[in-house]
């Protein structure tokens, strides 16, 4: 599935980050200045899905031999392509142990949860309203038949505009799923590897954007004991995640559990979208940085090709061949 | 009497609190009189800063110029400027002229902030854009308004950058009140401004920053890159703090601003 998602986009920026098993020294609780230390680099792999299969019903957890099984088989290297691939280009060219990080490469956290949703109890999202139905089908509709007219046709993520898993919330990717977290006296940095840096203030002021609306939203941040809670609305209305509409809200949770490991948890409230707020939590380990640039768009050869592709295509067919 | 008298009063009421509002208005928007410091004792850089003037346009000494395209007149003309390279010009080889003299004359469609690319080190410092400086409990990072684009700064490494990339590799020291940043591993295609000057992959970027009041830093860079420079050399301008109170740090993506220039000559054409 995740091979054919990355296929399907074409885009082909692809950045190496190096990350060794976890030799972590001991990390301080606190920083100089006396916030909890939630800082570094950490991995948002996770073999556990955001839903949870239909048919655990509300089963939170997997006993931990469980979770262990299949975490291993999840987490197992693959052995070549399937068959039909061998030799092909897409073998080549979509070979993430080589020139990415498939996820058996990289550090993922111990986590015996069914799902990273744990509200609704069922662990899967609330229903759609029809608001969203619609917004969802007037945007297929627009699109159809213009697919491949212009950039502005394609994806966002195709585009290196935004990826959904790197809005707020941040959630496991294809690849390349990693942040880091910068603290200095009153502010935090929040940056998913593929995505741009939030500079999150957290002296719990108030939005000051007004109705400007951001591809990353505007997020304020407060500390409620030992967690950093972040606010984030102001989206732009382009910038929908899973279908969310412009006034989405999405409260992050942050709480350094252990030396290695924080816990990242986040609620999502759009009444235009879902017929209830949902919640999620999942752990991120902690990884050796530094993450490497990810230049999404300097490297964007997949947009140019596609277009280019699909204008050559037609120059074929008109031409009666 | 009274009422003359109550007048008085009201008005000595008035300009008493009209008093007091300029001072809490001044302290709110946090007026500096010394740089601040970390408990350590080191400048603390963290701050939203900008440079004035325009650099960006060309870092050497130019007078005013027609704009790229002549037909978005004087709104988007080429302003004079004096320039930040000590001593007016940089020291190119000859085959390195000629290349920025290329790169100027295709400045239209090759220059990577037309196409939204990292802006790298030192131009991103100087873009008319803001940037925010980060410092934490030992490392600094900067996030450009342009491009959203993040440096880590790994004060006291020694680490050699493992690759190249366009924001380089960057590690830092205090000198006394100086920052230092040594930044190597810059990929050479970047450009130093909108003129068409640059940097090869060569490049070894001695970046300073020092305090110079409190809303001021001086910004000296050294270049030093023998494959295209017959000596190294140096930019030095100021840099501003923004003081606004509210001051937000607003997103540029730009990405969808560039993609009439990379992939306008790819759209469908139009059935019309």
Known sequence: MIRRTIEIMGAVAVAVVLVAPSTLAAQSQRTAWGDPDISGYFTTSSVVPLERPRELGEQEFYSPEEAAARAAARLAPRE???????????????????????????????NTRTSIVTDPPNGRLPESVDAAVERREARNEARRGHEFDGPENRSLTERCIVWSSTLPPILPGGYNSNMQIFQSPGYVMIQAEMGDPRIIPTDGGEHAAGNLQQWNGVSVGRWEGETLVVETTNFHEQAAWR??????????????????????????????????PWSGVYPLAAIDGPLYEYACHEG?????????????????????? | MQSASGRGLFWAVLLTIGVLVIATSASAQGFRTEFPRTPQG????????????????????????????PELGAQFAIPPGQGVVEGGEIPYLPDALAQRDENFANRLGNDPEAKCYLGGVPRSTYMPNPFQILQGDSNVIIV?????????????????????????????????????????????????????????NMARIQERYTPMGPNHLQYEVTITDPTIYSRPWTISLPLYRRVESDFQFLEFKCVQFSEEILYGHLRKPSED
Do not use: C
């Open chain 1, 243 to 276: 279908g969310s509409s412009k006034n989405m809200k999405v409260t992050e949770r942050i709480t350094r559990i252990d030396d290695s490991t924080v816990e990242y948890g986040f609620t999502v409230d759009d009444a235009e979208t879902w017929s209830a």
């Open chain 1, 300 to 321: 964007n050869y997949g947009i140019a090709n596609i277009l280019s592709g699909q204008r050559a295509e037609e120059a074929r067919q008109a031409s009666g061949q």
């Open chain 1, 80 to 110: 070549g392509p399937p068959e039909r691939d061998r030799g092909t280009r897409s073998d080549v060219h979509y070979d993430f142990d080589q020139f990415g990080l498939s996820q058996f490469q990289n550090e993922v956290a111990t």
């Open chain 2, 144 to 200: 450009y308004q342009f491009a959203a684009a993040l440096r880590n700064i790994h004060v006291g490494g020694t680490r050699e950058a493992p690759i190249d990339t366009w924001m380089g590799w960057s590690n830092g020291n205090w000198e006394g009140d100086t920052f230092v940043v040594d930044v190597t591993g810059v990929n050479g295609v970047t450009w130093l401004d909108r003129a068409g000057n640059f940097t090869s």
């Open chain 2, 42 to 69: 080191s400048p603390n850089l963290t701050g939203v800063w900008q440079a004035l003037g325009n650099a960006y346009w060309d870092i050497e000494p130019h007078v005013a110029d027609y704009a790229v395209l």
